[in-house]
């Protein structure tokens, strides 16, 4: 079988390492437009639901992760100017993006998998160019921008609509002991700062305003280094003057992009991780939703015997309902912070943690007891949790 993976973010070179490792005589290549060194984002967060599944796909690459990842004890959620803190139940952390994929990258490459940097692909006219306009099956693992999805949109019925809220994906040299979300307003706008440590020099520093704080504030008059300046202001007590950084993208501001994809596959195209559905990151699950498609792929096209037909469609229908899942949790979750205005404005601090954490459907009370007791104590008291 011959496969061309277009995308070396972590679904592509994950997926990329799976095949390779267990069918070594496949072909499998990655065409990857960045260089080997050059990413987006910052660090990443690995929970550890995401882990086990990565230790049973393959243990090599997990205990690489699992040792540069940095663990995360503590989170505190600030309303009000009133901080909430607590012990977080399981293991996992964050990891630079970058050592995520060159952990990914070297485990492919021993496994025999051919990386191809600095190749952009326009379309899959291109994939000729590197001798792969015959591979068996050309997955679309290159990201919100697809181009893969983008040339077969209708046969994947592809629907997109973008969100009202505005985020930056920024770094700081600050190191957070404990990772917060701090949700604050300024001269009547709503804003809100997530951030953690990812090493032992960087933590990550995504913040975001909702639609209404945008246009209030005049946002979307001023340059990127007014906005920055701005956040450097309304986060002063957390950054205490480190600078934020804003890495290489041109532009920092962005609205969030809701891509669906009615059909999986289109012919020998399959599409993984972002490229099929975008996770939004309030649930830091993006890296692990894109790494588990590729597991799920890896599996189907291995049991296929060849057929790479078959291999694709048992892809989507074993895997559509447990992706439907997070996707859903997504979706609740980018609504919730669709009216974080309102939340803010309503709720007391601990009214506010509780709708926080219950937001995305999937934890309840019971779970909230089970693995956040001392939270649960500190929300009991104050009514809101009965
Ligand atoms: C602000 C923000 C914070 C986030 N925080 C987290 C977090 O804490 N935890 C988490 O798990 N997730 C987080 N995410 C989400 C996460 O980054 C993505 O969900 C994840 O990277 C998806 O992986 P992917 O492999 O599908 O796509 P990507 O990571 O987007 O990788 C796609 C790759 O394809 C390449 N490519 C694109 N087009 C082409 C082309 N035409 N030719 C060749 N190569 C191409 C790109 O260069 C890239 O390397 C965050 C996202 C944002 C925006």
């Given at each position: 079988?011959?496969?061309?993976?277009?995308?070396?973010?972590?679904?592509?070179?994950?997926?990329?390492?799976?095949?390779?490792?267990?069918?070594?005589?496949?072909?499998?290549?990655?065409?990857?437009?960045?260089?080997?060194?050059?990413?987006?984002?910052?660090?990443?967060?690995?929970?550890?639901?995401?882990?086990?599944?990565?230790?049973?796909?393959?243990?090599?690459?997990?205990?690489?992760?699992?040792?540069?990842?940095?663990?995360?004890?503590?989170?505190?959620?600030?309303?009000?100017e009133t901080p909430i803190g607590f012990?977080?139940?399981?293991?996992?952390?964050?990891?630079?993006?970058?050592?995520?994929?060159?952990?990914?990258?070297?485990?492919?490459?021993?496994?025999?998998?051919?990386?191809?940097?600095?190749?952009?692909?326009?379309?899959?006219?291109?994939?000729?160019?590197?001798?792969?306009?015959?591979?068996?099956?050309?997955?679309?693992?290159?990201?919100?921008?697809?181009?893969?999805?983008?040339?077969?949109?209708?046969?994947?019925?592809?629907?997109?609509?973008?969100?009202?809220?505005?985020?930056?994906?920024?770094?700081?040299?600050?190191?957070?002991?404990?990772?917060?979300?701090?949700?604050?307003?300024?001269?009547?706008?709503?804003?809100?700062?997530?951030?953690?440590?990812?090493?032992?020099?960087?933590?990550?520093?995504?913040?975001?305003?909702?639609?209404?704080?945008?246009?209030?504030?005049?946002?979307?008059?001023?340059?990127?280094?007014?906005?920055?300046?701005?956040?450097?202001?309304?986060?002063?007590?957390?950054?205490?003057?480190?600078p934020l950084i804003s890495g290489n993208?041109?532009?920092?501001?962005?609205?969030?992009?809701?891509?669906?994809?009615?059909?999986?596959?289109?012919?020998?195209?399959?599409?993984?991780?972002?490229?099929?559905?975008?996770?939004?990151?309030?649930?830091?699950?993006?890296?692990?939703?894109?790494?588990?498609?590729?597991?799920?792929?890896?599996?189907?096209?291995?049991?296929?015997?060849?057929?790479?037909?078959?291999?694709?469609?048992?892809?989507?229908?074993?895997?559509?309902?447990?992706?439907?899942?997070?996707?859903?949790?997504?979706?609740?979750?980018?609504?919730?912070?669709?009216?974080?205005?309102?939340?803010?404005?309503?709720?007391?601090?601990?009214?506010?943690?509780?709708?926080?954490?219950?937001?995305?459907?999937?934890?309840?009370?019971?779970?909230?007891?089970?693995?956040?007791?001392?939270?649960?104590?500190?929300?009991?008291?104050?009514?809101?949790?009965?």
């Amino acid at each position: 079988m011959k496969v061309a993976i277009v995308g070396g973010g972590p679904s592509g070179l994950y997926l990329a390492l799976l095949l390779k490792r267990r069918a070594p005589r496949w072909t499998v290549e990655v065409i990857e437009q960045n260089a080997a060194d050059a990413t987006f984002g910052f660090g990443v967060v690995l929970a550890d639901s995401g882990l086990q599944q990565l230790r049973e796909a393959d243990a090599d690459s997990y205990d690489a992760l699992s040792e540069a990842t940095r663990q995360h004890q503590h989170q505190i959620i600030v309303q009000a100017e009133t901080p909430i803190g607590f012990r977080l139940p399981v293991k996992g952390g964050a990891i630079p993006r970058l050592t995520l994929l060159q952990i990914l990258e070297q485990h492919a490459e021993q496994a025999g998998v051919v990386v191809h940097y600095r190749e952009r692909i326009e379309s899959t006219a291109d994939l000729a160019r590197l001798g792969l306009q015959d591979a068996d099956v050309v997955v679309g693992a290159d990201g919100i921008n697809s181009v893969i999805r983008r040339e077969f949109e209708q046969g994947f019925a592809t629907t997109s609509n973008t969100l009202g809220n505005h985020f930056a994906w920024y770094g700081t040299s600050k190191v957070f002991a404990a990772s917060a979300l701090v949700f604050r307003k300024y001269q009547g706008g709503h804003f809100v700062a997530h951030y953690y440590a990812y090493s032992d020099e960087m933590s990550t520093f995504v913040a975001e305003c909702d639609d209404a704080t945008w246009e209030r504030l005049a946002l979307g008059q001023m340059t990127e280094g007014q906005r920055q300046a701005l956040m450097e202001e309304i986060f002063a007590p957390e950054l205490e003057g480190a600078p934020l950084i804003s890495g290489n993208a041109r532009v920092v501001w962005r609205q969030f992009p809701v891509i669906r994809n009615a059909h999986w596959t289109h012919g020998r195209h399959v599409l993984v991780g972002d490229a099929l559905a975008s996770a939004h990151f309030s649930i830091g699950s993006g890296t692990r939703i894109a790494m588990n498609d590729a597991i799920a792929l890896a599996e189907a096209l291995l049991a296929c015997n060849g057929d790479a037909g078959a291999g694709l469609a048992a892809y989507e229908r074993t895997h559509r309902p447990s992706k439907q899942k997070l996707i859903g949790a997504s979706e609740r979750s980018y609504l919730w912070y669709e009216r974080m205005g309102q939340w803010m404005d309503t709720y007391s601090p601990e009214e506010f943690v509780y709708q926080f954490m219950t937001r995305t459907g999937r934890v309840n009370d019971e779970r909230l007891r089970e693995q956040y007791p001392e939270l649960m104590v500190r929300l009991g008291r104050a009514g809101s949790a009965a």
